[in-house]
């Protein structure tokens, strides 16, 4: 963290990400990729309107029945966003916010995809770029996502952007959640004895061996 980059090294990599953005996809994956390429460009601070505007079209014209619902209209919507164009964003992330916290796509990893990766993909972006929708998710929705994680159906992939995904909102929820949390440990006569956690949003703290249950509080208005 705080490394500097080589001039040159930087220079290279944004001139791979300029013919990305540029190329021609062949399918969706590779449209998906142009998509991630644009956005990181527009990150940069470069003006990718007419690359926006050309991959768009491409969308329309090959995948307009299936490209809405992909990671690719979560970075188009992110590059939109930035380029000052709230209400095509806006219209982007609303399907996709739905289809986040509705789940339920059959796990399939291909072309360096698959739904987890999907989801903390959109997760970040929406972390990054639209906090206001981020605060509006349903409760579940993380239990949702975190689900496959701890069934070890993840990859080096999906766990990198879940890493991101999960650092870019508490970063966002950091302030609102930070020591408004509390735990009291239950032992089997009743006895209720409030546990004292660390002021971290990842508090870990020992409980009694005879504690039977654990009753976890949340004093921020923050639920998800």
């Not at 188009?76 to 380029?83: G, V, W």
């Not at 689900?147 to 879940?162: D, E, F, I, K």
Request: hydrophobic residues 45%; proline residues 5%; without cysteine.
């Amino acid at each position: 963290p705080g490394a500097g980059v080589p001039a040159d090294l930087l220079q290279s990599g944004l001139t791979y990400l300029q013919q990305v953005a540029s190329s021609n996809p062949a399918d969706l994956n590779a449209a998906r990729n142009r998509a991630y390429a644009t956005y990181l460009l527009t990150r940069t601070g470069t003006i990718t309107t007419p690359l926006v505007a050309s991959l768009r079209e491409t969308l329309d014209a090959r995948h307009a029945a299936s490209w809405k619902a992909d990671a690719t209209a979560a970075f188009l919507a992110a590059s939109y966003q930035l380029l000052k164009q709230e209400r095509t964003a806006a219209e982007l992330v609303a399907p996709l916010i739905k289809q986040l916290e509705k789940g339920g796509a059959e796990f399939r990893y291909a072309d360096y995809h698959d739904p987890t990766i999907r989801d903390a993909q959109t997760l970040y972006l929406l972390a990054r770029h639209f906090p206001a929708r981020l605060q509006t998710l349903e409760p579940t929705t993380l239990q949702r996502f975190v689900g496959p994680l701890g069934q070890g159906r993840y990859n080096t992939l999906s766990a990198a952007w879940s890493v991101l995904a999960i650092d870019a909102m508490a970063r966002q929820w950091g302030d609102e959640a930070l020591g408004k949390l509390s735990a009291t440990q239950v032992d089997a006569k009743g006895t209720a004895v409030a546990l004292r956690l660390p002021a971290n949003l990842l508090p870990r703290v020992a409980f009694d061996a005879g504690t039977v249950r654990l009753k976890l509080g949340n004093q921020s208005a923050q639920t998800t």
